[in-house]
């Protein structure tokens, strides 16, 4: 046992203090060299044309002009382009100009040069238009040719800008010219900075709860998870987890049912606020993706009942539930899109906080392993996003957790915790059917814990509620499918998959899809467990970062005087049984509906879907052969808040490169 010192107390105190002095110095390096260079430089922020935009030409006749009202959705323009079509070279004169007073900001003479396609022309204020927000103005295109008219105008067949009319000659034209607003982002230098002082307190709240030791491994974990958790529910917007526009959907399907309103339209697709619409589905995690944040932050809220791009999942309402009540508190208290999303996101963040908490609070041993793998970047950043990721890795944690404290701490089992297990097991199965299996551990309980035969009845309860909930919400969905048009998923349109009897009758060239899986797949599943590709896969995280956090995963299965118990072999077979089960579930899922039959490995299986019983496998895996005297959660606390500060430095290196 360590003993708290003064002495011992003011060397940790330097030692943290001096790690702190460390950060602060990393944080203004960054700020003065990557991050307020990159704010200085111009960005095309709007108008973000969908795909679905075609394009109409008409050609710049002499004397006519073309008029393409916009409004400011910043308050700084920079410059602006315009696409011109394919053609000869022509004199055009372009003028800016604001609508209200008719002052005239901006004049450009210029040669279009010769071109075979279409393309844009820049156009650079000498002196940016400052407090452009939510003003009018005008470009108005004139071309100075005798001659036939050469130079002809792309425009979209439909009204996607919304914020202002196209007119040539007069008349009013349907759609608007293509063009892109410029600016720089500035906002991204505040944003940083608030960045800097969220993790600076953290860091110090953590230090304060390190150098003290006197904090429960639970705590230490509501630091870290709020820290970072926030970080990846801010720095990863809306639509940047994967798949997450389908859970968006989900999500508000499920909030226009509770409000009593339309669901989905005629063709399956949910029902939307005209407002929440007119969010595009932007996927990277770039500067791009926050200037389109930054502009629909301050757009005013639309009610109009518009359909989505898609339908619902085929998932229970309860599987989408925490981002679900924070989309229906955005409705209620007449929150914009983005503000609306952001609390779906947070509501997710407290949920799986909420959740892993209490799975800490009652796991009697391998509380750090749990921590860790709950801290895992992918972890966090499924856990504040809309995904029902979130809600099934909270839960197994949970389930997890609670089993464990029933085997090997409660002394007698009630009726009130097999119907708290068999709870968590009907929520959780319906999402996804595979983790079913993590259920299973609950035939570990000894059964001197029950009374006469509660034992059987009891766990047979558990397993049997996520059977009969996934029966259920099965039946429920292959009705809406007869009644309701829906979306299908796969790996290659058109491409021929594989079938159970594909995979039975080939035996050889099935072990061969394995062993590729294996060789080929396996660094990939390592990384992506942990995060090593967050977002859409475009995110990358140094493996400095992923290697740390194994490592830290690896030393919190050596005991301690602090947790000095483990598996029995009985339970470390089961464990490890469930386990394949679930690994061979969710392979075997992926290998009939997502891998063409060309491909030379399983296609579509990723690291994140182990996290839910990732815990089970690091538990039976803890032994007795190395022993450490000396506690070590407080030290695995700071290493871990060190190496997500790097992983968060990672991503503001993608951001603004």
Same mark, same amino acid.
């Given at each position: ?419 708290? =297990?068999?709870? %968590?097991? #009907? ?8 983790? $079913?299996?993590?259920?299973? !551990?609950?035939? &570990? ?80 599943? =390592?990384?992506? %467990?942990? #995060? ?8 990358? $995280?140094?493996?400095?970062? !992923?290697?740390? &956090? ?108």
């Amino acid at each position: 046992m360590i003993k708290i010192t003064a002495k011992n107390e003011k060397k940790s105190f330097i030692i943290y203090g001096l790690l702190l002095m460390i950060m602060c110095l990393s944080l203004l390096c960054f700020y003065f060299f990557m991050v307020r260079p990159a704010s200085f430089e111009e960005v095309s922020y709007q108008p973000n044309y969908p795909q679905e935009a075609s394009a109409k030409e008409m050609k710049l006749q002499k004397g006519q002009t073309w008029v393409q009202t916009i409004k400011g959705s910043r308050n700084e323009i920079t410059s602006f382009d315009i696409m011109f079509g394919a053609g000869k070279s022509a004199n055009v004169s372009v003028d800016f100009h604001e609508k209200k007073s008719g002052q005239l900001l901006g004049s450009w003479k210029l040669e279009v040069p010769e071109a075979e396609e279409s393309h844009y022309q820049h156009f650079a204020f000498e002196t940016p238009v400052d407090n452009a927000m939510g003003k009018e103005y005008e470009i108005k295109i004139q071309t100075e040719e005798t001659s036939e008219p050469t130079v002809s105008l792309p425009y979209t067949e439909k009204d996607f800008y919304g914020n202002g009319s196209l007119t040539a000659g007069g008349e009013k034209l349907d759609g608007d010219l293509f063009f892109l607003l410029n600016a720089t982002s500035g906002f991204m230098r505040k944003l940083f900075m608030g960045f800097a002082a969220w993790v600076i307190l953290g860091g110090a709240v953590l230090a304060f709860l390190v150098i003290r030791r006197k904090c429960r491994t639970e705590n230490l974990f509501l630091v870290l998870g709020l820290t970072w958790g926030m970080f990846f529910v801010i720095f990863f917007p809306p639509n940047t987890a994967p798949d997450e526009n389908a859970h968006i959907a989900t999500a508000y399907s499920n909030a226009d049912r509770i409000m009593g309103r339309e669901a989905e339209d005629e063709q399956g697709k949910v029902s939307v606020r005209a407002s929440d619409l007119n969010i595009p589905v932007m996927t990277d995690v770039s500067r791009k993706t926050f200037n389109m944040v930054y502009e629909k932050w301050q757009e005013p809220v639309n009610d109009q009942a518009v359909s989505y791009i898609r339908g619902r999942l085929g998932t229970p309402i309860v599987a989408h539930l925490p981002q679900t009540i924070g989309v229906v508190l955005g409705w209620l208290t007449g929150q914009g899109a983005v503000q609306t999303l952001y609390l779906g996101k947070f509501m997710g963040l407290l949920f799986y906080i909420f959740c892993v908490y209490w799975a800490i609070r009652f796991i009697p041993w391998g509380k750090m392993s749990l921590m860790l793998i709950a801290l895992f970047p992918m972890s966090l950043e499924l856990a504040g996003s809309f995904s029902y990721d979130c809600l099934v890795n909270a839960l197994c944690f949970l389930f997890i957790g609670y089993t464990m404290h029933l085997i090997y701490k409660k002394e007698i089992v009630t009726w009130k915790d097999i119907l708290f =297990l068999a709870a %968590i097991a #009907g929520i959780m199965a319906p999402c996804k059917i595979a983790y $079913i299996f993590v259920c299973g !551990i609950c035939f &570990l309980i000894p059964k001197k814990k029950f009374r006469k035969k509660q034992y059987f009845i009891g766990c047979g309860m558990i397993m049997a509620s996520g059977v009969v909930f996934l029966i259920i919400e099965r039946m429920s969905f292959l009705y809406n499918s007869l009644v309701a048009t829906g979306e299908s998923a796969g790996a290659v349109e058109g491409a021929v998959g594989f079938s159970l009897h594909d995979i039975i009758s080939q035996p050889i060239n099935s072990l061969k899809m394995v062993f590729n899986t294996y060789f080929e797949q396996g660094e990939y599943y =390592l990384g992506t %467990i942990v #995060g090593q590709s967050l977002g859409w896969f475009q995110v990358n $995280i140094s493996w400095v970062v !992923i290697a740390g &956090l194994l490592l830290l995963l690896f030393m919190t299965t050596f005991s301690s005087a602090q947790e000095s118990e483990c598996m029995t072999a009985k339970e470390r077979i089961v464990v490890i049984m469930l386990s394949l089960i679930m690994i061979g579930g969710t392979v075997m899922g992926m290998w009939l509906n997502f891998t063409p039959d060309f491909c030379t490995y399983i296609a579509g299986v990723q690291g994140r879907y182990f996290l839910p019983f990732l815990p089970l496998l690091v538990l039976a895996v803890k032994n007795k052969t190395i022993y450490i005297r000396k506690k070590m959660d407080y030290g695995l606390a700071a290493a871990v808040f060190a190496l997500e500060f790097m992983a968060a430095l990672d991503v503001w290196r993608y951001i603004i490169k």
